[in-house]
């Protein structure tokens, strides 16, 4: 059943960033009609009947819409903004808004670099960290309560990678690259459940010159999954272990969890190697 609800939680994740990739799709119909409405006014000034074009002729948005990938993903798991259009709005308001607009519109550069810079730029100064954007994404699936900045970033380092050669062929990120991440995905998440008792015994002995209100239930949990990657998988150096779950302890837990959870963590690693139990490829 947890299992269950992991492999969930990531496939919500994967639809998170086709929202993502499909919203610059929506954005750019969502300016098609708003320029419409615009010229069908009674009385249209010469600049609503004279529209700049450069954003509706996006060349990176007309191959997003056409992405083979994007387009059956999407149909098969439903992924559609048809029920937030007040949201799209608003998102093409702040973009018309913006310095990354003027400045695309007032280039002289006209290019499929252009188009694809512009977006990326949209994705990082305005979208990105936008409290706006992710009250609304947090509102529309818990699921993507903290997920919303890395998907994001995964939808930058997209549109960055896109290619206008690739056509509606240009592949997209996958969920996992290969077998072996979603095997190294499984097998963590089961040996931190199975041998769970064991590894927070390991940790509480390792806590004794560590203030007790200064754990954090993050921290205990980040702790477990660390030693269970430590003891589990002979080629991930221990390094490496040590700073991704600092870094995890930073972003999802307190300001000086850090620090606390290397102090901890190294003092297991230490007794792991006196039991031989440390064993690294």
Known sequence: MAENELLLSLRRSYDLYHYLLLLVVEITRMYERL????????????????????????RLAAQLAENEDLRKYNKEHGISWADDMAFIRKILEMILKSAVYTDYVNSETDSYAADREFWRLVFKRVIYNNEFVEDYLEEKSIYWNEDVDIIESFVVKTIKRYDEKAGSKQE?????????????????FRQTLLHGDEYRERINRHMTNWESERLASMDLVIMQIAVAEILNF??????????????????YS????????????????DELKKENRLMKS
């Open 172 to 188: 997209l990120i996958p969920m996992f690259s290969n077998d072996d991440d979603y095997d190294y995905v499984i097998k963590l």
């Open 254 to 269: 307190t300001p000086k969890s850090g620090v606390f959870i290397n102090g901890v963590l190294d003092s297991i690693v």
């Open 234 to 251: 002979p080629s991930i150096p221990v390094s490496v272990t040590l700073n991704e779950y600092i870094d995890v302890a930073k972003y």
């Open 35 to 58: 320029i419409e409405t615009r010229r069908n006014k009674y009385r249209p000034t010469d600049e609503e009947k004279n529209p700049d074009m450069r954003l509706l002729n996006n």
